[in-house]
C-alpha cells in the first residue's frame, strides 16, 4: 500500500489532530485507562514472550519447509502459514522508533493480525517503515512481554514499505521539469530525512501526530522543499502552533521556514 495520496490537504489547509471518534475504544484490559491516539512511524519487530513459545516455534520450523532460509525468512515463513497463526497470535509485537522500543502493538480487529504478520519482512532492511496509526493504552505488564513495560497501542491500520518506495510515489510536481527529477528526488529525501531524526518523536502527541501524517500522506511539502533549495534557500526549522481555528477539534499550523543562503533572511 502506498502512503502518499488519497488524503491530501490544500497548502492553506491547517492539520486536524483532535483524538479521534468519542466511539473509539480500546481492548477490555484498557477500556478505564486514559489513552490518546497515535500516529507514529517506526519498524515492528516481533519478541518471544516466554522460552515456552520460542520452543513451540522451533518445533513449528521443524515441521516446516525452511532448508535454505536465513533465520529471518524462516521466521516470516512460519508465521505467514494458517496453521501457525496461534504463534502469531501469541508473539509480543513492538514498535521500535529509532532503534528504541517505544510501544507493545495489539489489534483493535482480531482479523488485523495480518498486518504484523505483513510488516515481518523476509530480508529487513534498516530503511525499512510501518506507519503505526491507533490507541495508546496503559503501561503492558511485565508478564505481557517478557519484562518489556511499555504503553500498549491498540490499531487499526499498519502501512508497511521502505524509504525508496515512499520517495518514488511522491508525484514530482508540474512546476519541476522531468530533467530535474534527481533534483527533487534528493530533496524529498533530505526533508523526510529530517523528519525522521527529529528527537523523541513517538506520535502521540498533536505536533508529532502532524508532522508524521505529513511525512507520509502530503506530498506538497515535498515539492516546496525542491523549489526551495532551487532558489538558494535551505531549511531552516519546522514549527507547529495551534490554530486559531481550534474548537472542539484541535487543529495545529505547521509551519516550514526557510533562510537564504546569501542574504539570510527568513
Not at 140 to 166: H, K, T, W
Not at 190 to 201: G, H, I, P, S, T
Request: proline share 8%; glycine share 6%; net charge negative.
Amino acid at each position: 500500500m502506498e502512503p502518499i495520496g488519497g488524503m491530501e490537504q490544500s497548502a492553506d489547509q491547517p492539520v486536524d489532530v483532535s483524538d479521534g471518534p468519542a466511539s473509539a475504544a480500546l481492548p477490555d484490559s484498557a477500556e478505564t485507562a486514559a489513552y490518546s491516539y497515535v500516529y507514529a512511524v517506526g519498524r515492528v519487530e516481533p519478541r518471544f514472550p516466554s522460552l515456552a513459545l520460542e520452543k513451540e516455534f522451533a518445533q513449528a520450523t521443524g515441521r516446516a519447509e525452511t532448508a535454505g532460509l536465513t533465520d529471518r525468512q524462516a521466521l516470516q515463513s512460519v508465521l505467514s502459514e494458517r496453521p501457525n497463526r496461534y504463534l502469531a497470535r501469541q508473539l509480543c509485537w513492538v514498535l521500535t522508533i529509532e532503534g528504541l522500543e517505544t510501544y507493545i502493538l495489539r489489534p483493535r480487529d482480531p482479523a488485523d493480525l495480518d498486518l504484523l504478520v505483513e510488516a515481518l519482512r523476509p530480508a529487513p532492511s534498516p530503511l525499512d517503515l510501518d506507519v503505526v496509526v491507533g490507541v495508546r493504552g496503559p503501561i503492558a505488564p511485565p508478564e505481557l512481554c517478557n519484562g518489556l513495560m511499555l504503553p500498549l497501542v491498540a490499531f487499526d491500520q499498519i502501512y508497511s514499505f521502505d524509504r525508496e518506495a515512499l520517495l518514488g510515489a511522491i508525484p514530482r510536481p508540474a512546476t519541476i521539469p522531468a530533467r530535474d527529477e534527481e533534483r527533487f528526488r534528493s530533496a524529498a529525501g533530505e526533508l523526510f530525512d529530517r523528519f525522521m531524526q527529529m528527537a523523541d518523536n513517538a506520535g502521540a502527541t498533536d505536533e508529532h501526530r502532524a508532522l508524521n501524517y505529513l511525512a507520509v500522506r502530503y506530498p506538497a511539502i515535498y515539492a516546496t522543499a525542491a523549489d526551495a533549495f532551487g532558489r538558494n534557500v535551505s531549511l531552516a526549522g519546522v514549527e507547529v502552533r495551534p490554530s486559531r481555528l481550534s474548537g472542539v477539534r484541535r487543529i495545529v499550523d505547521v509551519i516550514f521556514s526557510y533562510i537564504h543562503r546569501e542574504t539570510a533572511v527568513t
